[in-house]
């Protein structure tokens, strides 16, 4: 099935402990669609870039197979440009600068051959576009939602409106607890569950991720990265890799769900490897399926025989 | 096979968002020895307590068939006690009070009939004492330690000196970083094995647990506790089933290491339920073999069907 995504096409400025790139092409669709790529053919994305995108960007979105048309080229200002510098523990991060430049008016568009899309992806936007979004597409069957504290300190109004219309919300631990207003992530998942999305990815890093559903709950790991050289773009890899797994097998079983969450964690373990879209370029079909095998091996529980 | 606990035995003023209570039972060999007692029938507690010991405390590690001749009453003083108040997540702490009393001056002897236990839970107390203890069993079969950031900072040769002497470390994530002065966890994980332990766990509290050896990672989550009343004691628990499983079944292949690090998990989960020991005293094998199978569903990935 067809894979809408939108969401910032970017260029980052990344500073990890292991080394530095000034600008490297980045941004939340960009990542979501490079990784869904790797399971569908038609991903289609939506988003806006300056007159300074580069054609070998557009050819690296191209060479995976990714749909351009929606992707509208603003010749009055340069692209999104973010720069950050991680700590020593790759745990978090400062921005060092943040210049929105044509992405500050992103009117998302979606072109008619998409309207028809079955599984949407809302990457980190204002909440009042993600509905937006929402309103040009025919009949979606699922739609995944991303967002942030941002959204959720200043406009929790407008994103409670856009959860009350998404089948599967996809944040970190430290947003779910700030969402739901409740330090207890399993509490909290309920909670946002009874906001609208009938299910929930809590994504916890290094402590890999959660989902929530109607029958319970399912604990994924991460997977144990040696070295891990830059973490940008992991959480919207996971978000690409999950969807693009959902939207190829058209399969929503809750088992199907956590087939989903293992490979939307292969494909972040992969992505945190390289500097920025790096290693997303190109994975073999076999880099995929043993790393889910690893992530089987893991977290297998073993079965015991005999009375305690 | 047998298992002997050394370490403290405590009264505990735990304060959490959810209760208070001013004088518990606590104390790792306390918590180690209560968790181990639903695996085997022969744990052996050495440590010591002071005049103001309860009778009814007695009665209660009595009652879980736990062995208390190695345990010292020094009518010098009183028992050890520490006061501390959880904050609003729980996942950190203040310590109000402690006074160390009786276990000031605690020093380990381990009683002839007790030399020849196998399974060797090392709680968390000064490095040199914990050799002293290993000096004192013949041949013993497998032996736990337990350590803090405390040693690990003030007593970094006398620690490495008992780690050379040990099969497992379990140690929390923040502990293992500092130990090893390597923040990425899987390579600290290498470069605690290469102080002496064949394997190491690594307890993540909400996030479950990791377990290295040398065939690689084992990843267990915590389980879904909604209503976490007490933390305290949660780690030492943890120990108690780990090792109370591995001495019940004498089985020290990796996959039963692993088995042991769900039923630590499943002991560590009841244990936060309520106060202090409460929930330690009358659990049911049921409640116990349940929750394994909880664990199993809860981390299950599916198999899948087909080509990418």
Redesign the interface.
């Known amino acids: 099935m067809s894979v809408l995504v939108v969401g910032s096409v970017a260029y980052d400025g990344i500073e990890t402990p292991f080394g530095k790139v000034d600008r490297t092409l980045g941004g939340s669709a960009t990542y979501i669609s490079l990784a869904a790529s790797?399971?569908v053919n038609n991903v289609r994305l939506v988003g806006v870039v300056g007159n300074d995108f580069n054609e070998q960007d557009m050819d690296l979105l191209k060479s995976r197979n990714v749909d351009l048309e929606g992707l509208q080229v603003d010749e009055s200002g340069k692209t999104f440009f973010w720069q950050g510098r991680y700590h020593?523990?790759?745990n978090s991060r400062d921005t060092l600068d943040t210049q929105l430049n044509v992405f500050e008016k992103f009117d998302p568009v979606i072109p008619e051959g998409y309207q028809g899309s079955k599984y949407i992806s809302l990457g980190n936007i204002e909440p009042s576009l993600q509905r937006k979004v929402l309103d040009q597409v025919k009949d979606p069957r699922y739609v995944v939602l991303d967002t942030m504290n941002f959204w959720i300190e200043g406009a929790e109004e407008e994103l409670k409106k856009t959860l009350s219309r998404v089948n599967m919300l996809i944040i970190n631990d430290s947003e779910a607890?700030e969402l739901a207003e409740e330090?207890?992530?399993?509490?909290a998942a309920q909670l946002i569950r009874d906001m609208g999305p009938s299910s929930l990815i809590i994504k916890?890093g290094?402590?890999?991720a959660?989902l929530f559903t109607e029958s319970?709950?399912?604990?994924?790991?991460a997977y144990?990265?040696?070295d891990?050289f830059d973490p940008t773009g992991a959480g919207d890899t996971f978000m690409g890799g999950f969807l693009g797994w959902l939207a190829?097998t058209n399969d929503l079983s809750d088992?199907?769900l956590?087939?989903g969450v293992?490979f939307g964690s292969v494909m972040a373990s992969y992505c945190v490897e390289e500097f920025g879209t790096s290693r997303l370029k190109n994975l073999s079909?076999q880099d995929?399926?043993m790393r889910?095998s690893e992530?089987?091996?893991?977290?297998?529980?073993?079965?015991?025989n005999g009375?305690?």
Chains 1, 2 share one sequence.
């Open positions: 790797y399971f020593y523990d790759l607890r330090p207890n992530l399993i509490k916890k290094e402590h890999g959660l319970g709950v399912f604990s994924v790991p144990p990265v040696v891990i190829d088992t199907n956590r087939r293992v079909r995929i399926t889910y992530f089987k091996r893991i977290s297998e529980i073993p079965t015991y009375e305690l």
